[in-house]
DNA sequence: ACGAGCATGTAACGGGTTACATGATTGA
DNA sequence: TCAATCATGTAACCCGTTACATGCTCGT
């Protein structure tokens, strides 16, 4: 999936400038790009030329001059369609696995410390997207449906953390009573 | 994390060839890379000029030669340091989520449709993944503590998909509760 | 005086993907 | 005869990241 679908979906519930969009990403948590530059800009840029976008130049006093995106009547269809299209199955890529997967040759000390300190990440990860979520500047709660879907990706998000929590805790469980017999 | 750590753990087990290597990480639920060749022969060939494997021609009638990549001394201390440096935080990215988000347009209909196909994709997935641990043949068992390293492993890849499946299922109950309301 | 925020853009680079290229053998 | 498997490699391309570049204003 294109980073121009998520900016068509932000354009399609108000109308922003790049710098906005740019903020709005970055602070997401479901919109997992970084939020750089290079490619909002050329992503609208590229809407633009296909049509889904149109934008007008507002001049300000004392900042610099913005382009404010909004979307067109085809900009609104092709997310309709894109929106019921058939979903992507995600991406789950866990480096720390790979680095278990040869961790055999650790002490038990050593592989215990490693746990714990994956551990720890995920954790900070997940008070990190919990800040993240309960600020939710950027979600539109336009009617009680939207609110109970927004809610529910939110819920999805920090269930993949706390899934991962629960595995490391009970791996470093089994691994506690293996050692002890 | 770069795909030669992923390699060089491989060469811990066992030598192996460029096609050898391929075809594990292709079949590996773990290891989430595709195992594209260009990938694959360049990151050999780079590991190689910083001696931490070692490979050896070998010659064979009836089917082209290969080259057999060994790892060196140093080639595992490396590993070794890899191994108990700091974890990665794991890469989640669910481009249906952000499709999700502009579904207030959908109705209930279109939105049930939508989870459904959703659930459905990831069912196959978490048996497409059940099928690769089952057949399991990259995998070593050199001890009961690599047993259980592996098996850890493995119970986390599945229970990814279990944790997105009962979140589509209890999603797709609450907003049955709410339309019959 | 300095850094942060507003606002737009470009350059360089790395990682990863598909597809192309070659060539022998084996089984349907 | 056609496709698959073994085996190595290259080319073209896309996506995404960091960093660079410019310039104005406002608060400390």
């Keep these: 999936m294109s980073i121009q679908y998520a900016i068509l979906g932000l354009l399609s519930w108000k109308p922003a400038s790049g710098y906005e969009l740019k903020k709005i990403i970055e602070d997401s948590p479901t919109m997992y790009w970084s939020g750089n530059n290079n490619q909002i800009y050329k992503a609208l840029v590229q809407l633009l030329n296909e049509g889904l976008v149109a934008n007008q130049i507002q001049h300000q006093e004392s900042s610099p001059s913005k382009k404010i995106y909004s979307i067109t009547n085809e900009g609104r269809s092709r997310l309709k369609e894109w929106v019921v299209s058939e979903p992507e199955i995600p991406e789950f890529k ?15 000390e050593e592989l215990h410390d490693l746990l714990l300190r994956y ?5 900070t990860q997940l008070l990190y997207q919990q800040e993240k979520i309960k600020r939710g500047i950027a979600s539109p709660k336009r009617n ?3 609110l109970f879907i927004w809610d529910k990706i939110s819920e999805n998000l ?24």
Aim: glycine share 2%; proline share 0%; charged share 20%.
């Design 144 to 146: 009680a449906r939207e």
């Design 94 to 108: 866990n480096a720390f696995l790979v680095q278990l997967a040869w961790a055999v040759q650790l002490s038990n």
């Design 119 to 123: 551990e720890s990440m995920i954790n």
């Design 158 to 181: 920090l269930s993949f953390y706390q899934n991962e929590l629960a595995w490391v805790q009970g791996m470093r469980e089994e691994l506690n009573k293996r050692n002890s017999e």
